[in-house]
């Protein structure tokens, strides 16, 4: 059973750019979940999709965004990158609400230059 | 607002000594609670987890148990073994349609031969 997969593993981009983000869950997993990993503030919620809906939205600004494509997929997307935007970014699956409890992805390493 | 406390690390044990890592949670309703790993390099794996008071959680010699009237849910294991190296998260979800994890702080664990 294939995992949650996320494209690209690395990625590295410059100040101001705009990045695309993508993940695949597990076959059959309708909630797909976005959360931040870094060093200073450990891993934030951004936000989560069911059914391509946005369903709930951790405090971030703007420049975050997402989607969720009617096969699961989902993409998020960050606009005019910042130093601070470098991060690892994980993708996790669940079947719907806890307490199944997520899979998640082995992320994308995102750096801003 | 929900959180989740875990003790600092890093924590640095000999092969086959006994773990324990502390974590405690505030939360309103009745959240379910998970243990998740993460190796170098990689995403977060989920350990365990538990969805109600008194539940006990358990895989590959990890065990965690969902204690209501103190809010913890602390990891142990019998005998840590240097495979173990890693870092652990306590995390919890509340109940409803919002799912979102929410995690602590994470303790490293270095396990000497």
């Known amino acids: 059973k294939a995992g949650v997969t996320q494209t690209p593993r690395y990625l590295i981009k410059t100040r101001g750019q705009q990045v695309t983000l993508s993940c695949s869950p597990i076959?059959?997993?309708?909630?797909v979940s976005w959360y931040q990993q870094t060093p200073g503030q450990g891993l934030q919620f951004l936000f989560e999709?069911?059914?391509?809906?946005?369903?709930n939205k951790g405090n971030f600004p703007g420049r975050f965004s997402g989607r969720q494509f009617s096969n699961s997929r989902s993409e998020m997307n960050v606009s005019t990158l910042e130093l601070g935007d470098s991060a690892l970014y994980l993708c996790?699956?669940?079947?719907?609400?806890?307490?199944?409890?997520?899979?998640f992805g082995s992320g994308t390493r995102l750096t801003v230059v | 607002g929900d959180s989740v406390t875990q003790m600092e690390g890093p924590v640095t044990l000999s092969e086959e000594a006994f773990l324990t890592i502390n974590c405690t949670y505030t939360?309103?309703?009745?959240?379910?609670l998970f243990w998740y790993v993460q190796y170098p390099g990689e995403g977060l794996q989920l350990l365990l987890k538990?969805?109600?008071?008194?539940d006990k959680g358990s895989n590959k010699g990890f065990e965690a148990t969902y204690r209501k009237e103190t809010t913890s849910f602390h990891l142990e294991k019998g005998s840590v073994q240097v495979s173990d190296s890693a870092v652990y998260f306590c995390a919890l979800s509340t109940s409803g349609a919002t799912n979102k994890l929410i995690f602590g702080t994470g303790t490293l664990l270095a396990v000497q031969p």
């Open positions: 939360a309103t309703g009745y959240p379910s």
């Open positions: 999709y069911f059914s391509e809906t946005q369903r």
């Open positions: 538990a969805t109600k008071a008194d």
């Open positions: 076959s059959g997993h309708r909630s």
């Open positions: 996790a699956s669940s079947l719907d609400s806890v307490p199944y409890g997520y899979t």
